[in-house]
C-alpha cells in the first residue's frame, strides 16, 4: 500500500507543478492564484472523499490513495506559506494577509462543500 500512496503522490506532486503553471501563465498578477486555487481544489477534494468514506462508498484504502498519498502532495501548506513571506517582502501586506485569511476561510468551506455535496 505504502507503494501505491507514494505513487499517487507521484500523480498529485505533478498536478499541482503542471495547474501551477499553467495559472501562472495566464495570470497578469502577483498574487498566488496558482496555490490558492490549488489548495482550494484540493480541499473540496478530500471534502468529497471524506463523506464518500463515511458513507462507506470508497474503501480506507481509496482513502489512503487518493486522501493521503494525491490530496498531500496536490496541495501544499510550504509554499502557501512561502508565498506569504514573499508578499510581505515585496511590501504587500494587505495582499498577504488577504491571501492567509482567504485560503483559511475559503479552504474549510470549500472541504465542508465538497462534504455536502456528498451525504
Same mark, same amino acid.
Given at each position: 500500500?505504502?507503494?501505491?500512496?507514494?505513487?499517487?503522490?507521484?500523480?498529485?506532486?505533478?498536478?499541482?507543478?503542471?495547474? /501551477?503553471?499553467?495559472? $501562472?501563465?495566464?495570470?497578469?498578477? %502577483? !498574487?498566488?492564484?496558482? =496555490?490558492?486555487?490549488?489548495?482550494?481544489? @484540493?480541499?473540496?477534494?478530500?471534502?468529497?472523499?471524506?463523506?464518500?468514506?463515511?458513507?462507506?462508498?470508497?474503501?480506507?484504502?481509496?482513502?489512503?490513495?487518493?486522501?493521503? /498519498?494525491?490530496?498531500? $502532495?496536490?496541495?501544499?501548506?510550504? %509554499? !502557501?506559506?512561502?508565498? =506569504?513571506?514573499?508578499?510581505?517582502?515585496? @511590501?504587500?501586506?494587505?495582499?498577504?494577509?488577504?491571501?492567509?485569511?482567504?485560503?483559511?476561510?475559503?479552504?474549510?468551506?470549500?472541504?465542508?462543500?465538497?462534504?455536502?455535496?456528498?451525504?
Amino acid at each position: 500500500m505504502t507503494v501505491w500512496i507514494g505513487l499517487c503522490g507521484i500523480v498529485g506532486a505533478l498536478m499541482r507543478f503542471f495547474l /501551477g503553471k499553467i495559472i $501562472a501563465d495566464n495570470s497578469k498578477n %502577483t !498574487f498566488p492564484l496558482g =496555490t490558492f486555487v490549488i489548495n482550494l481544489t @484540493g480541499s473540496l477534494i478530500l471534502g468529497v472523499l471524506y463523506a464518500l468514506h463515511q458513507k462507506g462508498s470508497i474503501s480506507g484504502d481509496v482513502w489512503l490513495l487518493v486522501g493521503v /498519498g494525491f490530496c498531500g $502532495a496536490y496541495t501544499t501548506f510550504s %509554499t !502557501f506559506g512561502f508565498e =506569504t513571506v514573499q508578499l510581505v517582502e515585496k @511590501g504587500m501586506r494587505k495582499a498577504a494577509l488577504f491571501y492567509v485569511l482567504l485560503s483559511a476561510v475559503l479552504g474549510v468551506c470549500f472541504a465542508w462543500i465538497g462534504f455536502l455535496l456528498c451525504v
